[in-house]
C-alpha cells in the first residue's frame, strides 16, 4: 500500500492534481484580502446604464487568479515546460500589470492592443507557437510561415479580447474558461505534456476559487481586464498548441484531424457571442467597439434568469456542442464540419434574435401597463 502511495505521489497526475487544488485554496483565501483593499482604496466597479450589477463592486479578482495559478503551478518541477511556458509565462506578467493599471486608471484601447500584440509575438515568434495546417479545410493544409505569423497574432489578439466581451455577467467568463482550461488540461494529460496540463489545471483551479465569491452576494468581486486579459491570453495558448500537436494525426492515434473545429468548439461562446454582436453593430451601422447590452448573456438576464442560471445555460451549451463535435469529427470531413458549425452559429443568432424580440416585446407590454396605470 505504501508503495503505491509513493508510486501515485510521485505521479505526474498527483501534481496537476494538487496544483489545481493548491491553485483553488490560495484564490479562496485571497480574495477577501483583496475585497477589503479595493473597498479602502475605492478600487471599484461604479454601476453604469449597461451594468448587470446593482452596487459599485471590487474589480480585482484577476490579482488572485494570476498569483493563485503561478504559485500552485510552480509547485512542481516540470521537466518538459521547455521554452514555451517560460514565454507563455513571461508574456502572462507583461498582460498582468497591463490589466492591474487598466482597472485602476483605465488605458486607452489602442495602447492596450500594442501590449496585447507585444505579448502576442513573444510566444509566436520566439516560442514557434503557430497556426501551421489548417487539416484540409476548404482544401488547405499547410500554411506557409509568412501567413501563419500574423494569423495566429490575430488568432490571440482576437480570443483575448472576445473572452474580455463575455465578462458582463456573474460565472460566465470564469465558468466558460475553467471548462476551456480543463477539457485542454485533460487532453495535454493524456498526451504526456505535463507542464500545459499542470499550468492549465492550475489557471482552472484558480477560477474555481474566484468563482465562490463571484456569485456572493455579500462578498463579490469581479475579474477585471486583469483576469480576462490573462485568462483570455492563456486559452489562446492552450488552443493554438492544441493545433499544432495535432499536426502529427496522421502518425499518431490519439491525435484529431478536427483540431482546428475542435478548438474553435471549446471556445464557441466566446467566438459565436463576438461575432454576433460584431454583425449586429455593423449592420446598424455603428462600431463593433461601442458597447452595449446586445450580448446573449444580457439578453438570458433582461428575460428574467438569473446570472447563475444564464451562466449555467452558456457553459451547458459549451460541453453540449464539444460532445456532439467530438462524435461529429470521427465521421466527417473537415469542411463539412465547419459547415456544421456555421449552421449552428446561424441557430445561435436565430435564438438571440428570438429572445431579444420577446424581451422588447415584455418592455413594450411592461411600459403600456404603468401608462394605463397612471
Known amino acids: 500500500m505504501n508503495q503505491l502511495f509513493w508510486i501515485f505521489y510521485n505521479s505526474d497526475l498527483f501534481h496537476i492534481i494538487v496544483s489545481a487544488m493548491v491553485a483553488c485554496a490560495t484564490s479562496i483565501t485571497a480574495i477577501p484580502v483583496i475585497i477589503n483593499i479595493s473597498r479602502l482604496k475605492n478600487l471599484m466597479a461604479n454601476v453604469i446604464e449597461r451594468s448587470s450589477h446593482e452596487e459599485a463592486t471590487p474589480t480585482l479578482g484577476g490579482v488572485a487568479v494570476f498569483a493563485s495559478m503561478l504559485i500552485s503551478y510552480f509547485l512542481w518541477e516540470n521537466p518538459d515546460e521547455g521554452q514555451l511556458v517560460h514565454l507563455s509565462i513571461s508574456s502572462v506578467v507583461i498582460l498582468f500589470f497591463l490589466g492591474v493599471k487598466d482597472d485602476i486608471l483605465i488605458l486607452a484601447p489602442k495602447k492596450k492592443m500594442y501590449v496585447q500584440i507585444a505579448a502576442s509575438l513573444l510566444v509566436v515568434v520566439l516560442g514557434d507557437l503557430r497556426i501551421e495546417n489548417l487539416f484540409g479545410i476548404f482544401g488547405i493544409y499547410s500554411v506557409p510561415y509568412f501567413i501563419s505569423l500574423p494569423l495566429t497574432v490575430f488568432v490571440f489578439i482576437a480570443l483575448i479580447n472576445a473572452v474580455n466581451l ?106 459565436f457571442d463576438t461575432l454576433r454582436v460584431f ?96
Not at 456573474?170 to 476551456?180: E, H, S, V
Open 166 to 271: 463575455i465578462d458582463g455577467i456573474d460565472g460566465l467568463m470564469g465558468g466558460i474558461a475553467m471548462i476551456a482550461g480543463g477539457l485542454f488540461g485533460i487532453w495535454f494529460y493524456l498526451n504526456q505534456h505535463y507542464a500545459l496540463a499542470c499550468l492549465a489545471a492550475s489557471m482552472a483551479g484558480a477560477l474555481l476559487g474566484f468563482l465562490r465569491f463571484n456569485f456572493s452576494k455579500t462578498s463579490k468581486i469581479f475579474m477585471g481586464d486583469t483576469g480576462s486579459l490573462i485568462v483570455g491570453f492563456l486559452l489562446a495558448v492552450f488552443a493554438v498548441r492544441f493545433i499544432q500537436l495535432n499536426i502529427q494525426y496522421r502518425f499518431d492515434p490519439n491525435s484529431y484531424f478536427a483540431a482546428p473545429i475542435l478548438a474553435i468548439v471549446v471556445l464557441i461562446v466566446p467566438i
Open 279 to 374: 454583425i449586429i453593430r455593423l449592420k446598424n451601422k455603428k462600431s463593433p467597439f461601442v458597447a452595449d447590452r446586445n450580448h446573449l448573456h444580457h439578453l438570458l438576464i433582461d428575460s428574467g434568469l438569473s446570472h447563475f442560471q444564464a451562466s449555467l445555460v452558456l457553459w451547458s451549451f459549451t460541453i453540449f456542442s464539444t460532445g456532439l463535435f467530438l462524435v461529429i469529427s470521427q465521421k466527417t470531413h473537415n469542411t463539412t464540419s465547419l459547415y456544421i458549425l456555421c449552421a449552428l452559429f446561424g441557430l445561435y443568432m436565430w435564438a438571440a434574435h428570438i429572445l431579444k424580440g420577446s424581451n422588447t416585446a415584455k418592455q413594450i407590454s411592461a411600459k403600456t401597463e404603468n401608462l394605463v396605470n397612471l
